[in-house]
């Protein structure tokens, strides 16, 4: 079994669930990953504007859940996030990074990040997924607050 980050839209748990054809899939607990914030350097047609990741931010903490999945499981990951082993250009990088859970316990657990191409806005639509998926899984209110704030392309 892999621990995977997820601190984007596989927060949703509905979505989740669907992309690995695990109903009963739930997050192992709640985790961050220090000195990183929620960025938006890709752009998406099917999410109609930026999708995220991560960047450096002293001080900061991209906070997310841990889920418990098998190798096949992190394989269809794989699919979604637009990564394969090997292949020169990835959309996502699959990467090994050390979260904290809520007591400072660390672990190394595989999340994605995004190969940057430039700052994009996210949709109304994505943020929406993010910030429902954030409050599911019982993220900070503190940080579901900073979510909110963030701009989308759908604002005058």
């Keep these: 079994m ?9 927060l949703l748990i509905s ?5 690995l054809e695990k109903p009963c899939l739930e997050p192992l607990f709640v985790a ?17 504007g930026g999708v995220a990741s991560f960047g450096n931010a002293q001080g900061k903490k991209l906070w997310g ?20 082993n ?3 250009t990835n959309s996502y990088e699959r990467k090994t990074v050390t979260v904290f859970d809520c007591k400072k316990n660390g672990m190394n657990v595989i999340t994605y990040e995004a190969n940057k ?4 806005t996210p949709s109304n639509q994505y943020m929406s ?6 409050l599911e899984c ?14 989308t392309n759908e604002e005058s």
């Design 2 to 10: 892999v621990l995977y980050f997820a601190y984007g839209t596989n």
């Design 15 to 19: 979505q989740i669930r669907e992309r």
């Design 32 to 48: 961050y990953l220090p000195n990183k914030t929620l960025i938006f350097p890709r752009v998406s047609q099917i999410q109609k």
């Design 65 to 84: 859940v841990v889920f418990e999945l098998s190798e096949e499981g992190i394989k269809t990951l794989d699919r979604f996030e637009g990564y394969k």
């Design 86 to 88: 090997g292949r020169k």
């Design 117 to 120: 191409t430039g700052n994009f």
């Design 129 to 134: 997924k993010i910030i429902k998926g954030a």
């Design 138 to 151: 019982g993220l900070p209110v503190d940080y579901i607050d900073e979510l909110k704030q963030i701009s």
